[in-house]
């Protein structure tokens, strides 16, 4: 199985000096099943201040830290070795008729599905708009297995919605991207997420990684890659299932996941609270490579 990696560099600019500033960071790959993490290291300028590390309310391992020196630019990289043992998958694997895993969700019998409640609600960025719900039933016919009708959704979203970096930003509101058809995996994970909540699925939104392939006969380049994000559904006595709709795929030994929760305001990357700085600008590079 590969080792993969990882290294995710953020730079953000100022228009004005920054005083100081209170950071997270979710950046770590979690330790799961299907994958190890080797090593992780956080390196910065100016340099991090009062670093601590804990998990979040979903078990996210989450950095906090300040920067107490004035600054124009602050520059963060976060490197991981990950071993990722995820099988490939052709297909989900055998679940109950969908509305059979609703109703189950709905009288959770384990701790692990009524933790999987919270994850049927609406959240702040996946709210329920008309037109959503009528969109994702036309993937789940009745007695269709959950698995199956998930998957015939995501095809839908990947066949449907056009991946358009730049024609949507963090805050753009889930029905736009419905209405314009475009949007990239924040987006469509969310469409993706928003469509099976409505139909009382409990669905989480994963931050992560994808190793990315070039063209056959051409070299990989540095710093193209980026964070990715797809979507996972919960059934009921087998667990998390993943979808990726942005590539219309089954997540396997090229995904790492960082983090989950019920939206994207849940796994940030960073996220501060800055005394000065006025307008910023930002730019991220990854990369993922096989060792």
Known sequence: ??????????????????????????????????????????????????????????????????LQRPHKTFTITASSRVDVSWAEADAPPPAPAWEEAVRRSQHAESDEARDALQFALESPMVRTFPGLKEYAVRSFPAGRPLGEAAAHLMQRIHRDFRFRPGSTNP???????????????????????????????????????LE?????????????????????????????????????????????????????????????VLYGGGTQTLKVEVDVLRN
């Open 171 to 209: 805050s753009t509101a889930l029905e736009t991207v419905f209405q314009n058809r475009s949007g990239v995996c924040q987006d469509f994970s969310h469409l993706m997420i928003g469509g099976l909540r409505a139909l009382g699925l409990p669905a989480r939104y994963v931050s992560g990684y």
């Open 1 to 66: 199985m590969p080792i993969l990696s990882i290294r995710h560099r953020t730079v953000y600019a100022y228009a004005d000096e920054v005083d100081a500033s209170v950071n997270q960071a979710r950046l770590r790959p979690r330790d799961l099943p299907g994958q190890r993490l080797l090593n992780f290291s956080l390196e910065s300028d100016p340099g991090l201040e009062g670093y601590e590390e804990a998990e979040d309310c979903f078990g996210n391992p989450t950095s906090f830290f300040l």
């Open 212 to 272: 990315t392939l070039p063209p056959p006969g051409k070299p990989k380049l540095m710093g193209t890659d980026a964070s990715h994000a797809w979507v996972s559904v919960y059934v009921s006595g087998g667990g998390w299932v993943d979808f990726d709709p942005t590539n219309e795929m089954l997540p396997g030994p090229r995904h790492v996941t960082v983090a989950w929760g019920r939206d994207f305001s849940d796994v940030s990357p960073l996220r501060g």
